[in-house]
């Protein structure tokens, strides 16, 4: 079956560090990979997009990364925020046209 | 980015009622929306999709008859949990593709917290 795995332990770490949030999919040959920030009760919101045939792609502080050999996404946040405290979800666009996501990873951005 | 406005944000409703949830696109026009469902520290997980014009494609588990969605215009869909039970309580949450034909990012609206008592 299909799935896209997050770390579900929340990420802790201290402000101006390297945050690197993990996406592993299985069963999957997404043409697209897009990374999600959820804030408690509110609606996702749309980080990054990035193709099958781009290994990585940044905005801002922002880097992510796609390997569909090791079927892996890696989501960087250099030099962390307290206002970057949030919950990071992966999503894949597969051949069911449907956006389908990870379960999150939390982040903890620590003074 | 685009925008997509979801009310009521909130709502409690007593055992067996119905409620509507309304999301609408502010600033463009959809003539698909999404609709999600997410329970506590869980993933969103895909109830539907709202075609305008046409009948709402619904995933496998979802009953089509107890969550009714209508898209009657390009920027509004709506989603009525008929005769709710303390179980539909969750966080309903809509969204709309940005344009691109496919693959696109989705822009979502603030969501909807149903408590059903």
């Known amino acids: 079956s299909q799935k896209i795995e997050q770390n579900s332990e929340a990420l802790n770490i201290q402000e101006g560090k390297t945050a690197t949030l993990t996406c592993n999919y299985t069963n999957y040959s997404p043409a697209y990979l897009q990374w999600y920030r959820q804030d408690p009760g509110r609606g996702p919101v749309f980080l990054l997009l990035?193709?099958?045939?781009?290994k990585e792609k940044r905005k801002e502080r922002l880097k992510v990364t796609f390997d569909t050999t090791l079927k892996q996404s890696l989501f960087h946040i250099t030099a962390s925020q307290p206002a970057d405290s949030a919950t990071y979800l992966c999503?894949?666009?597969?051949?069911?046209?449907?956006?389908?996501f990870g379960t999150g990873t939390r982040l903890q951005v620590t003074l | 980015g685009a925008v997509v406005s979801q009310h009521p944000s909130w709502v409690i409703c007593k055992s067996g009622t119905s409620v509507k949830i309304e999301c609408r696109s502010l600033?463009?026009?959809?003539?698909?929306m999404f609709w999600y469902r997410q329970f506590p520290k869980q993933s969103l997980m895909l109830m539907a999709t709202s075609n305008e014009g046409s009948k709402a494609t619904y995933e496998q588990g979802v009953e089509k008859d107890k969550f009714l969605i209508n898209h009657a215009s390009l920027t509004l869909s709506t989603l009525t949990v008929t005769s709710a039970h303390p179980e539909d309580s969750s966080f309903y949450i809509c969204?709309?593709?940005?344009?691109?034909?496919?693959?696109?990012?989705?822009?979502f609206g603030e969501g909807s917290r149903l408590t059903v008592l």
């Open positions: 969204s709309a593709p940005s344009g691109r034909a496919w693959g696109g990012e989705l822009f």
């Open positions: 600033d463009f026009q959809a003539t698909t």
């Open positions: 999503a894949l666009y597969g051949t069911a046209s449907k956006l389908t």
């Open positions: 990035i193709r099958e045939n781009e």
